[in-house]
T-cell receptor, first 114, second 109 residues
Framework: DTGVSQDPRHKITKRGQNVTFRCDPI?????LYWYRQTLGQGPEFLTY????????KSRLLSDRFSAERPKGSFSTLEIQRTEQGDSAMYLC????????????FGPGTRLTVT | QQQVKQSPQSLIVQKGGIPIINCAYE??????FPWYQQFPGKGPALLIA?????SEKKEGRFTISFNKSAKQFSLHIMDSQPGDSATYFC????????FGKGTRLHILP
């Protein structure tokens, strides 16, 4: 299967701890996106990469959040000093450049901060 | 600051009926208007998309109607089936996707 995969699928952590999520996009896709979705809401854009370059970050992405895509393949999203308000589904998506409306989403990582 | 407004929040339709979901946008720089479908526990999946210079697009039972002057667009699902029960998001793109808040659709058997 060559879809977008995310790991872990679920993460429970205590407030103040750091967490890291991984996303593996579709191999030929050069764009990778991170979104956050809370219950009953649409996904909210966080950041995106074209190859290894981070091209845009949302104002939602506080300085506690950092994302990387070191070799233009997989990506990691780290949240430092987690807060209860960080509890959400974190979705990763990938696309080809120029077809940004056609993004393929992974199943998400559900984060619960206690 | 919500750039794509979607209504209704939820919708219940009898099997075979035609649910209609409406959206409005503000930014005229958006270059595509996709609709995504999401089932519980899954990521959203692209259903259909339209460019702003096209007034209507059909793919199977799904139709987008687009009114550029009113900055509104809608999704119609013909001959709806219980398997169409899901959350639908309208969206607009400018590199990234800006999603509406979603419509939870339930098709009664």
């Amino acid at each position: 299967d060559t879809g977008v995969s995310q790991d872990p699928r679920h993460k429970i952590t205590k407030r103040g701890q750091n967490v890291t999520f991984r996303c593996d996009p579709i191999s030929e896709h050069n764009r990778l996106y991170w979104y956050r979705q809370t219950l009953g809401q649409g996904p909210e854009f966080l950041t995106y990469f074209q190859n290894e370059a981070q091209l845009e970050k949302s104002r939602l992405l506080s300085d506690r959040f950092s994302a990387e895509r070191p070799k233009g393949s997989f990506s990691t999203l780290e949240i430092q000093r987690t807060e209860q308000g960080d509890s959400a589904m974190y979705l990763c998506a990938s696309s080809l450049m120029g077809v940004s409306y056609e993004q393929y989403f992974g199943p998400g990582t559900r984060l619960t901060v206690t | 600051q919500q750039q794509v407004k979607q209504s209704p929040q939820s919708l219940i339709v009898q099997k075979g009926g035609i649910p209609i979901i409406n959206c409005a946008y503000e930014n005229t720089a958006f270059d595509y208007f996709p609709w995504y479908q999401q089932f519980p526990g899954k990521g959203p999946a692209l259903l259909i998309a339209i460019r702003p210079d096209v007034s209507e697009k059909k793919e199977g039972r799904f139709t987008i109607s687009f009114n550029k002057s009113a900055k509104q667009f809608s999704l119609h699902i013909m001959d709806s089936q219980p398997g169409d029960s899901a959350t639908y998001f309208c969206a607009a793109t400018l590199d990234k996707i800006i999603f509406g808040k979603g419509t939870r659709l339930h098709i009664l058997p």
